[in-house]
């Protein structure tokens, strides 16, 4: 397995779906709408049955559970062609762009950061989901290995997140959220940074994450931070 697959693999087994279903080696994933991540087919490997046969089981699976089929497929990997053969295109209307990057790092921990805890603090859910949480998304939050909450808190409430989940020897780094009114203080940095302390002292020694290449912002974060880009995936629809 390269680098690449390897990363989505990770990445894949830290935000897993309420429901999932093997294909081959695909992975069929659905959570009621809640991010591309969880209700796509991961299209890593041979799924085992010829294309069109596969974009048909994606398609019946989404139907089955409520989404819009979509195939989360690596930029410019052996499956765009035939994926455009058979009629998929790229989805220009997802709503955090067409077009996300993996980064990763060795892990580098200063001892210092955030706050991190096993469960969700009060609170925490409301910012690093933007609103009121679903049931759904409740359940893909809280879904994983061992996941680690970080949170910041300034005036008497949480005005910042970000949850790590421990895969092998792999940080997994998402939903680092910031309210509007406390950025541009660090609060990014000390929250990535508690997480690190908190994956080291774990065992983990590599770092990775999925950003949206339209979030410049984040991405500089990480990048100060140490984070390389891998490889880019797109969402792929009928």
């Known amino acids: 397995m390269?680098?690449?697959?390897?990363?989505?693999?990770v990445c894949a087994a830290a935000w897993p779906p309420v429901v999932a279903r093997t294909l081959g080696d695909w992975r069929l994933r659905a959570s009621g709408g809640y991010t591309g991540r969880a209700n796509s087919a991961l299209t890593n490997g041979d799924p085992g049955l010829p294309v069109n046969a596969a974009l048909a089981e994606i398609t019946r699976f989404a139907?089955?559970?409520?989404?819009?089929p979509y195939a989360q497929v690596i930029s410019g990997s052996s499956w765009e062609s035939p994926l455009a053969a058979a009629g998929w295109r790229v989805n220009a209307d997802h709503p955090k762009g067409a077009e996300s990057a993996v980064m990763h790092s060795p892990l580098t921990s200063t001892g210092g950061g955030a706050d991190v805890a096993d469960k969700p603090p009060n609170g925490w859910l409301e910012v690093a989901v933007r609103g009121t949480p679903t049931d759904t998304q409740r359940a893909v939050v809280t879904g994983g290995p061992l996941l680690g909450y970080a949170t910041v808190h300034r005036d008497g409430r949480v005005v910042g997140t970000a949850r790590g989940c421990?895969?092998?020897?792999?940080?997994?780094v998402?939903?680092?959220?910031v309210l509007p009114e406390y950025r541009r203080q660090g609060i990014a940095t000390h929250l990535l940074d508690g997480l690190d302390t908190?994956?080291?002292?774990?065992g983990a020694t590599s770092r990775v994450l999925q950003v949206a290449l339209v979030n410049e912002v984040a991405?500089?974060?990480y990048a100060d931070l140490g984070y390389v880009e891998s490889h880019r995936y797109r969402y792929w629809a009928p």
């Open 198 to 202: 908190w994956a080291a002292a774990r």
């Open 63 to 68: 139907g089955e559970h409520g989404i819009r």
């Open 2 to 9: 390269d680098t690449r697959s390897t990363l989505e693999q």
């Open 174 to 177: 998402a939903l680092l959220e």
């Open 219 to 221: 991405r500089g974060i």
């Open 166 to 172: 421990l895969v092998g020897a792999w940080l997994y």
